[in-house]
């Protein structure tokens, strides 16, 4: 198969995935049986465009980082208009049952970009995935403070278990930083993993 012939069936698979997510979300609105003169009024209108803004928003700036990410793991330079098309596009595979689509969509990049390897994009996809759990285990962990501060009081853990625990999250943040150059060979090793 021609390397053309193998982008356009890509494409192809992408925009069917894309119809086949548009399609998911309406089916999902119709069953969720939501009553819309419930949202005419010019306050839930107002708010519905503001959440709709402020996640646009949010998935556009995480197109960005993914693709720093990607020229940093890649130690090449990725189109600014294909990588932040396919990151945004393939974010809506994730409404497919599932929910890893979109994480597999983004490999049409390693298509696309000849410098690119699928292992590049796949560890990329990785820690971005990482990063946006630490994210949200932070937000989480700020908004309920207060709740967590009263767990903790609760739960009686042994001096011993809490010293072991605090001297291996020691150990690992040492050697992060003692190993970093090594860790990131390892990811990128010329282009591919080993």
Not at 83 to 107: A, D, E, Q, T
Not at 171 to 194: N, Y
Request: glycine fraction near 6%; aromatic fraction near 8%; charge should be positive.
């Amino acid at each position: 198969m021609k390397k053309t012939d193998a982008k356009n069936a890509v494409k192809w698979a992408g925009r069917i995935l894309m119809l086949l997510s548009f399609t998911l979300i309406i089916i999902r609105l119709v069953r969720y049986d939501i009553n819309f003169s419930a949202l005419s009024s010019g306050h839930v209108i107002s708010g519905l465009v503001l959440a709709v803004f402020l996640c646009g928003a949010t998935v556009f700036c995480q197109a960005f980082n993914y693709r720093w990410l990607l020229c940093t793991l890649a130690k090449t330079d990725i189109d600014r208009k294909l990588s932040v098309n396919i990151y945004c596009s393939s974010n809506l595979y994730k409404y497919i049952p599932g929910n890893i689509m979109h994480l597999v969509g983004r490999n049409r990049l390693a298509v696309e970009v000849e410098t690119l390897s699928h292992s590049q994009v796949a560890v990329a996809t990785m820690i971005d995935s990482v990063f946006l759990m630490l994210a949200a285990l932070l937000v989480s962990l700020a908004c309920a403070m207060n709740f967590v501060i009263e767990s903790m009081r609760q739960v009686r853990l042994p001096v011993l278990a809490l010293i072991i625990a605090g001297a291996v999250l020691l150990i690992l943040g040492i050697a992060a930083l003692v190993f970093r150059e090594r860790f990131a060979g390892f990811l990128t090793c010329g282009g591919r993993l080993t």
